[in-house]
């Protein structure tokens, strides 16, 4: 069972493709959800089982709304094993 607060990397969320470049999200994690470019998506990596999951920004900013920053947003993923911590945080810059 899902907790209400948390953020999934499974079907619901997912990005219909995978971006063409990533990085590691620790040096903006300052930023709001709100502030990312249209051609920039958030996904996540597993620590515990390598798990790497892309989410729909659409979906994202619908759920969790535009004012969340980076950091908050990171505490809330849950990969599809069930790990809730040591989550990275990721990047995507989709392709043109």
């Known amino acids: 069972m899902k907790h209400p607060r948390s ?6 969320m997912s990005a219909p493709f995978k971006p063409a470049r990533a990085r590691d999200a620790s040096y903006d994690l300052w ?3 709100g502030d990312l470019p249209q051609y920039e998506i ?3 990596t ?4 390598g798990n790497v999951g892309w989410l729909d920004m659409d979906v994202v900013r ?3 709304g535009a004012d969340m ?3 908050h947003f990171k505490e809330k993923l849950v990969c599809q094993c069930g790990n809730r911590e040591g989550n ?3 990047i995507g810059t989709l392709a043109r």
């Open 7 to 12: 953020i999934d990397l499974r079907t619901e």
């Open 62 to 64: 619908r759920k969790v």
């Open 88 to 90: 990275r945080l990721m």
């Open 42 to 44: 958030l996904g996540g």
């Open 31 to 33: 930023r709001l959800i």
């Open 69 to 71: 920053s980076l950091n």
């Open 46 to 49: 597993c620590p515990k089982c």
